[in-house]
């Protein structure tokens, strides 16, 4: 395999570029029904990411004179729980199932869409069909593991769960303080944080950097990590700025996502469209290709064999005066060519 030597790699220069790169796909010229078709396949490659607000619990503690009011009411609660027992956990197991089905049928559904998404942004076209047969073994492949991690992490993040429930039960009831739970919940506590900032992190570079590999050299994700890998560890500490610039890009992103809608909300029935999730990511359309592309630019200063835009064949817009540059569009009478010489 090729080893990929350091370059001069900015995370800001991709910021402008990544800009121009939006105006052009969205606004060169605008067209709705472009924004609808990228706007869906956004939809897939962000199915999931969003989260709404639950409603908030009161825990507040009760009165004194409640206190056996309240004892009565969960003995009764507990012989209840005993007598639909079967019932209950019918349900819940039903439910439990009904989740676990959706949420791989959403992780398929994503895994299509970010190579459905990145195929739109790099070639500047609004196509549904085309990429989701051209990528569907490497949506496949990045799918499996996605399953595959999803499970890693939940064990591991399982185990010190577990352990700081046990310790803090350990803690119940007993007046003094226990030194040694407190400092092993503390500890546990710190592992939880680590694994999450480690698997959040593993997660950006798949979709940042490892789908566009694959989707360069259509493969699948273990030739995609191969190829990723021999690049990152040549220029560890510029993937890591990466990470870190995205931080505050991401901040920014979620402040500029803030004003606009309650910006809009201010106009009542207008702000209620960014609540629409499919409407929602329409609307918030420049702002994801901003991101999609934004990445794209930075892996592409490695060389244009991790450059999704060079790998992109040159497309003839509608009622475009002007073709790119070096693109044929009429027949053109060639100078005769000598005979061949056989020898």
């Not at 500890?187 to 979709?207: E, H, K, P, Y």
């Not at 890591?240 to 996502?257: E, G, K, P, Q, Y």
Request: aromatic share 12%; glycine share 10%.
């Amino acid at each position: 395999m090729e080893q990929y030597q350091p370059r001069q790699i900015s995370v800001v220069e991709p910021v402008g570029a990544a800009i121009e790169k939006t105006k052009e796909i969205l606004f060169r010229p605008f067209d709705i029904g472009k924004w609808f078709t990228i706007g869906f396949c956004a939809f897939l490659a962000t199915l999931g990411d969003g989260g709404g607000t639950g409603p908030n619990g009161n825990f507040g503690g009760g009165q004194g004179g409640q206190s056996q009011d309240f004892g009565q009411e969960m003995s009764h609660l507990k012989e209840t729980v005993i007598q639909h027992l079967p019932v209950i956990i019918a349900v819940a197991a039903a439910v439990i199932i009904f989740i676990l089905m959706l949420s791989i049928l959403f992780a398929w559904l994503k895994s299509r869409g970010q190579f459905m998404f990145l195929h739109c942004v790099a070639r500047n076209v609004a196509e549904v069909v085309n990429p989701w047969k051209e990528c569907a073994q490497s949506a496949n492949s990045l799918f499996i593991f996605k399953i595959i991690l999803g499970l890693v992490s939940l064990i591991c993040i399982m185990i010190p769960v577990v352990a700081i429930i046990f310790l803090l039960a350990g803690l119940h009831g007993h007046s003094q303080v226990a030194i040694p739970s407190i400092m092993g919940v503390i500890f546990l506590g710190i592992i939880l944080f680590v694994l999450a900032i480690l698997f959040g992190a593993i997660g950006v570079l798949i979709n940042d950097f490892v789908v566009p590999i694959m989707y360069i050299h259509n493969c699948g994700i273990k030739e995609g990590w191969q190829r990723f890998w021999a690049l990152c560890k040549l220029n560890i500490g510029k993937f890591f700025l990466f990470l870190l610039f995205l931080v505050v890009v991401n901040i920014a992103i979620a402040v500029i996502a803030l004003t606009v809608v309650l910006g809009a909300c201010c106009l009542c029935c207008v702000g209620i469209i960014f609540f629409i999730p499919y409407i929602g990511t329409v609307a918030m359309l420049p702002l994801l290709v901003w991101r999609r592309a934004y990445s794209a630019l930075f892996l592409a200063q490695f060389g244009s064999e991790f450059d999704v835009f060079a790998q992109a064949s040159p497309v003839v817009v509608p009622g475009m005066s002007d073709p790119p540059a070096g693109l044929i569009t009429e027949d053109v009478d060639l100078p005769p060519q000598p005979p061949e010489q056989n020898f």
